[in-house]
């Protein structure tokens, strides 16, 4: 079967599923694929068994048994935000969450430069998104999916929400022109980068992180401000914005560019010890260490 008509036949089935599910209330669906996606995961091997694998290599003294709660308590988070962002209603969910150290991203927007926002795939991060963009310009940069049509309708929904999306591929120029306009820019910083990224220490162990965060910080003068999304006990969230990190004494080579996104990717980790469950294990985040380029 060709590539475009197995996308147009994914995005069917989709849309179906998208076009059933509205006829519920958002709180059931919003519980049925929070369910939905655990039963999976025990039925179907979704990447659980890497999962549990990188789980039991960052915390190796931790039983099965805890490790296990985590990742069911992962898949259940992933539910909750795959209903939120398909199904939700984004200016009402943005009334029920709270912000920590919205003075930082204020006092960096303030600089005039336009801000980094560094962050990863962690608790309900469109969410966050889409708070930031109600207050201030908003840029995300993301690589494109597979399935064209499915892309699209999901970048549909960031742009309703005031989100300029910026294609990962050949995003540089673009990224210069809205800092000069003032955007905050986000980037996600958690995934393996391979050949494009620089070795660090990432959860205890040699990881290959994206440098464009710094780069772009240090060509620019903007400045970064590291945010996490965090998704509370009682299922609303907190977004937190950590002091801002400015690039002044940094030079363009490899040597200060790994040192900032070292300290970049530091300040992830933290949040990942602290809520594992609310990270994205099931990426091959160490993968590509090999290929990083080194000091």
Known sequence: MKKS?????????????INIFRIFPFKFTRSFLAGF?????SIFDVR?????????????DKTDKE??????KMYYNMGLTTAETYFGNSKKLIETCDVKGWEHLN??????????????????????GSYIASHFD????????????FDNYTNELRLKDNIIVIQKKNAFRPILKLLREGYIIS?????????????????????????????????????????????????????ICEEMISPDGYENNLDDITKLTEIISKGIEKYIYQY????????????????????
């Open 187 to 239: 980037l996600l910083m958690d995934q393996n980068a391979g050949k494009n990224g620089v070795l660090t220490d990432f959860l205890g162990h040699e990881a290959s992180t994206f440098v464009g965060a710094a780069k772009i910080a240090i060509k620019t003068g903007c400045p970064i401000v590291p945010a996490y999304a965090i998704r509370k006990d009682d299922g609303t969230h907190l977004f």
């Open 107 to 128: 006092g960096a927007v303030d600089n005039g430069k336009g801000v980094i926002l560094a962050t990863g795939h962690f608790g309900n991060w469109e969410l966050a």
């Open 48 to 60: 659980k068994s890497l999962a549990k694998k990188q789980l039991k290599t960052v915390f190796p």
């Open 138 to 149: 908003m840029a995300v940069v993301g690589k494109r999916q597979r399935n064209k049509y």
């Open 67 to 72: 490790i296990n709660k985590i990742i069911k």
């Open 5 to 17: 008509k197995q996308s147009k036949i994914e995005f069917f089935f989709f849309k179906l599923f």
């Open 37 to 41: 996606f655990v039963f999976g995961s």
């Open 276 to 295: 594992p469950h609310l990270w994205f294990w099931v990426h091959k985040r160490w993968k590509g260490f090999k290929k990083a380029r080194k000091i």
